[in-house]
């Protein structure tokens, strides 16, 4: 499969959310109306368009945050006012992935002085079957003269925090993401492989840091509600697996 980069810029209604969280604590809002940032009927911490998290243009699934965040970087520039933009880089499961964005979960100014931002995309639709992971990044614009000291930044199974602005952050990308497990035996944490198995034919769940479903043969599904960065694997009597999906 070719592996592809989605890039995406937050809107502009995110941009001005953050512009103006540092004024969120000087201006207490009107008796009965909305927090700072927040249109009428509206939910906390979003800011209009198709959907709850989903910016202008949004199409395919529902939202929901990456698998795995890579890396967080602000980048600042002096000019026209000033500009710091935040640049993530993460993991999506499969190319049915699109739409990267950043949302802001802080409002107004935090205790610890940290953004914090949830790093999500548009989901597949339905369950998606096994293969490499897919790049993707998202910048956000925030405006000077907020109040943050640094940035956080969580997806769906790891944060990174940047504790200083500008800076840059990172951390290791999983060593395996089951593109390649069918047929391969399972081994559980603190077991033993079988006897005679090759290193290159076992798939160690200490090395898969996701939310885990494992099916054995004689496993009933009390629920098959859809989770896009759930990995689910089904197991043969002797313990290989023999089908897999991000469901």
């Known amino acids: 499969m070719t592996q592809s980069k989605f890039v995406a810029l937050a809107s502009l209604i995110a941009a001005g959310l953050l512009g103006s969280a540092a004024q969120a604590q000087q201006q207490p809002p009107a008796a009965g109306g909305p927090p700072q940032g927040q249109q009428q009927g509206q939910q906390p911490g979003y800011a209009g368009g198709p959907g709850p998290g989903q910016p202008p243009g949004t199409v395919g699934g529902p939202p929901a945050p990456v698998v795995f965040v890579t890396s967080v970087e602000v980048l600042r520039s002096d000019r026209n006012g000033g500009l710091d933009v935040v640049r993530v880089r993460g993991l999506v499961t499969g190319s049915d992935w699109s739409q990267p964005h950043l949302i802001p979960i802080t409002q107004g100014q935090p205790r610890d002085g940290m953004l914090d931002l949830i790093f999500q995309a548009?989901?597949?639709?339905?369950?998606?079957?096994?293969?490499?992971?897919?790049?993707?990044?998202?910048?956000?614009?925030?405006?000077?003269?907020?109040?943050?000291?640094?940035?956080?930044?969580?997806?769906?199974?790891n944060a990174i925090s940047l504790k200083a602005i500008p800076g840059y952050a990172e951390a290791a990308a999983p060593k395996e993401d089951c593109a390649k497990c069918i047929g391969k035996f399972f081994v559980a944490k603190g077991a033993n492989p079988p006897a005679g198995a090759a290193a290159d034919n076992v798939v160690r769940e200490a090395d898969l840091p996701y939310t885990l479903r494992i099916i054995k043969p004689t496993d009933g599904i009390p629920s098959y509600a859809l989770d896009p960065n759930r990995l689910t694997l089904l197991l043969s009597e002797d313990g290989r697996i023999v089908d897999g999906a991000w469901d």
């Open 122 to 157: 548009s989901a597949p639709a339905g369950a998606a079957g096994l293969g490499p992971f897919m790049p993707v990044e998202a910048i956000l614009p925030v405006e000077t003269g907020h109040p943050y000291k640094g940035v956080r930044v969580r997806g769906g199974n």
